[in-house]
T-cell receptor
Framework: SQTIHQWPATLVQPVGSPLSLECTVE??????LYWYRQAAGRGLQLLFY??????ISSEVPQNLSASRPQDRQFILSSKKLLLSDSGFYLC?????????????FGEGSWLTVV | DQQVKQNSPSLSVQEGRISILNCDYT??????FLWYKKYPAEGPTFLIS?????DKNEDGRFTVFLNKSAKHLSLHIVPSQPGDSAVYFC????????????FGAGTQVVVTP
């Protein structure tokens, strides 16, 4: 069966420091991968998605970037964190190229920028 | 621009009764819909889906209804149990959009004894 893991689960970072959140999927190949952020009162916002190694699409302009160095690895990064980057970040995956495929989420990572 | 809306931020229901959660969308191109359940500090868990070729899908205690003309879907939970207390999100996507879903803001459900 497929599993998805992301880490770290929680982190507290000072403003201006770098960020790296990692996500891996097991039990499948060539998944679509996503980074979402949960903002208060706005549900889940799609930040990035990837349909293959090195292929990243950004949905919203922001201070963050994403990379996919391996088929089942997805990384969310920032060079300099802002206070507004605080939130709950979720990695997710789906199988297949078209809609009609459910997306499955990891455990989430709480980021507090201080 | 919020294309998927859950206008009830919270819902309280007695154990054993029916919970009805509502979701409205504005994009008529959406043709695949999901419901998720989320506990605090955890990732959302997939509950049930429905495609636009159906108007109802059932899985155990969970039933989702889709009214395309009204751009409205609802999730029924019967009977409600204490473990159902969580935040529920609806999500919608367009075919061939690479699984990019738009999410509602969520409805907090509290099941009381």
């Amino acid at each position: 069966s497929q599993t998805i893991h992301q880490w770290p689960a929680t982190l507290v970072q000072p403003v201006g420091s770098p960020l790296s959140l990692e996500c891996t999927v097991e039990g499948t190949s060539n998944p679509n991968l996503y980074w979402y952020r949960q903002a208060a009162g706005r549900g889940l916002q799609l930040l990035f998605y990837s349909v293959g190694i090195g292929q990243i699409s950004s949905e919203v302009p922001q201070n963050l970037s994403a990379s996919r160095p391996q088929d089942r690895q997805f990384i969310l990064s920032s060079k300099k964190l802002l206070l507004s980057d605080s939130g709950f970040y979720l990695c997710a995956w789906s199988q297949g190229a078209s809609s009609g495929n459910t997306i499955y989420f990891g455990e989430g990572s709480w980021l507090t920028v201080v | 621009d919020q294309q998927v809306k859950q206008n009830s931020p919270s819902l309280s229901v007695q154990e054993g009764r029916i919970s009805i959660l509502n979701c409205d969308y504005t994009n008529s191109m959406f043709d695949y819909f999901l419901w998720y359940k989320k506990y605090p500090a955890e990732g959302p868990t997939f509950l049930i889906s429905i495609s636009s070729i159906k108007d109802k899908n059932e899985d155990g205690r969970f039933t989702v209804f889709l009214n395309k003309s009204a751009k409205h879907l609802s999730l029924h939970i019967v009977p409600s149990q204490p473990g159902d207390s969580a935040v529920y999100f609806c999500a919608a996507s367009v075919t061939d959009s690479w699984g990019k879903f738009q999410f509602g803001a969520g409805t907090q459900v509290v099941v009381t004894p």
